[in-house]
């Protein structure tokens, strides 16, 4: 059996953090994310910093630089980590771009300061292609990436480590594979991740182990709706994304509609109100060589799904702080993106103070809110004519609320249970983490019964 430590993710879907051992004493990182949300409330103070020893730990893998996986790089080091750090090429481009951003929200604006960490991570950054199986510098563990499906440059894991249990048939070595966040099939962009040949052991995120999402079809339908009734109530449509994957998948699907539809739509302003996401959307442009069969046939046919002449993106914050107030006291018709995803800080913040109490706005939801996010208590408190408390604020939800699953950029319980079912050879240990109690408890019903043999666990700190 695989001897891994879990540091984050285990009691919830944030904090991404593994600790898989490669021999007796020596160890990688797999993610090192931040934690947000209710996680991070129980947290001691100043607890951010790295809890663990970071002696033999030899190196640290990224899946993919969603903050819930990489955040606490700066913490790392700090704490005086100078080990390589391993990840796909597309997602070492990106990387330094988000870890500039969290420290700029959460520790600093020092400029000196940033850089210095900045040039420390570029200089451990150590970018490998996808499929293609390297060396661990200074281990005896070699390790591949293999697309994910779910953002730009993301990735699940391979390893293929020297066996920690003596005796067994695998000649010594084990094959250790971390799904990372799996992407769902049909998702604008990026391809569907293809499940690996073999593992004996798995580590599963399970953000979504307990639902089915709607069809896709569904999804750009719902969209379309939603926003054409902001068209007639002149209002505006709010849409809280992460700046990195969901923003790019948004806008695609709304040049989609736009290509297929006229009047209104050929009107309305669509912001992209974050300069993180803005940078984003340029790289993801710029990779199209990673993008899927159908949106290269766009651009085959002359189209530029990230690029319409609708599009506008706010940089600086004065104007952000314009386009609010021109919201707001204009009512007009326009479709707003903006980060955190969860309404936990960002620029989003500022347009639900100024617009969640007009009842022509409207807040749809494109993603996964975790426990103890404004998004939740939005979800859950404005249906019923509640309140969100943002920033001290009691701010009364009078707009209409809504949301849409299927845009979630993680996979579904069908879509983790074929992940497994298409190995060839189905591992005999199967650890469940990144995910709700009941998402965790759902999926590991159904992986148990794919695989009855294997010990399939969730486990805790
Ligand atoms: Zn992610
Ligand atoms: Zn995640």
């Known amino acids: 059996m695989a001897n891994i430590k879990h ?109 210095k960490v900045l040039s420390r991570l570029r200089s451990l950054l150590r970018p490998f292609p996808y499929d293609e199986w390297f ?28 066996e920690q249990e003596k005796g067994s048939t ?8 971390f799904s990372g966040d799996l992407g769902a099939p049909y998702s604008p962009l990026l391809a569907e ?76 302003d669509v912001i992209v109100d974050s300069p993180l996401a803005a940078e984003f959307t340029e790289h993801y442009r710029s990779l199209k060589t990673l993008w899927d069969q159908e949106a290269r046939q766009k651009v085959m046919e002359g189209r530029h799904p990230l690029a319409f002449e609708q599009l506008l993106t706010v940089d600086n914050h ?52 975790a426990e103890g996010t404004p998004g939740r208590d939005i979800q859950e408190y404005g249906p019923k004519g509640g309140y969100v408390e943002l920033e001290g604020e009691k701010i009364t939800i009078a707009a209409g609320v809504h949301s849409i699953s299927g845009y979630s950029a993680h996979a579904d319980q069908k879509d983790l249970v074929d992940f497994v079912k298409g190995m060839k050879r189905k591992p005999k240990e199967i650890r469940i983490v990144h995910g709700d109690d009941l998402a965790k408890r759902a999926l590991q019903v159904k992986l148990q019964g794919l695989v009855p043999e294997a010990k399939v666990w969730i486990p805790k700190h």
């Open 170 to 177: 695998n000649h010594g070595r084990e094959r250790v594979v």
């Open 7 to 115: 540091h984050g993710a285990v009691s919830g879907v944030t904090g991404s953090c593994h600790q898989l051992f490669c021999d007796e004493h020596r160890s990688v990182l797999v993610d090192c994310g931040m934690f947000q949300g209710a996680e991070a409330s129980h947290l001691e103070q100043g607890s951010l910093a790295i809890g663990f020893s970071l002696d033999h730990i030899e190196a640290l893998v990224v899946t993919h630089c969603h903050i819930d996986h990489v955040g606490r790089i700066p913490y790392l080091l700090a704490a005086g980590f100078d080990k390589p750090i391993y990840s796909t090429q597309a997602t070492a481009q990106l990387l330094p771009l988000v870890i500039e951003d969290a420290i700029k929200v959460d520790i600093t604006r020092d400029h000196d300061l940033i850089e």
């Open 318 to 369: 004065t104007d952000h702080l314009r386009v609010v107030s021109h919201l707001k006291q204009s009512g007009r018709p326009a479709i707003v993106i903006a980060a955190s995803g969860m309404c936990a800080g960002g620029r989003i913040v500022n347009y639900l103070k100024a617009l969640l109490d007009d009842p022509r706005t409207d807040l749809l939801f494109v993603g996964y809110q």
């Open 135 to 162: 060396d661990l510098e200074s281990l005896d563990t070699r390790c591949c990436f293999r697309m994910a499906g779910h953002i730009l440059g993301s990735a699940y894991v391979e390893f293929d480590i020297p």
């Open 193 to 268: 991740p293809a499940a690996p040949e073999q593992a004996d052991c798995l580590v599963i995120g399970s953000t979504y182990g307990d639902k089915l999402h709607e069809g896709r079809k569904n999804r750009l339908l719902a969209l379309k709706q939603i926003v054409e009734r902001c068209f007639s109530n002149a209002g505006t449509v709010l849409i809280p994304a992460f700046s990195i994957g969901r923003t790019q998948e948004l806008l695609y699907e709304i040049e989609d509609i736009i290509h297929h539809s006229n009047d209104d739509w050929q009107q309305v």
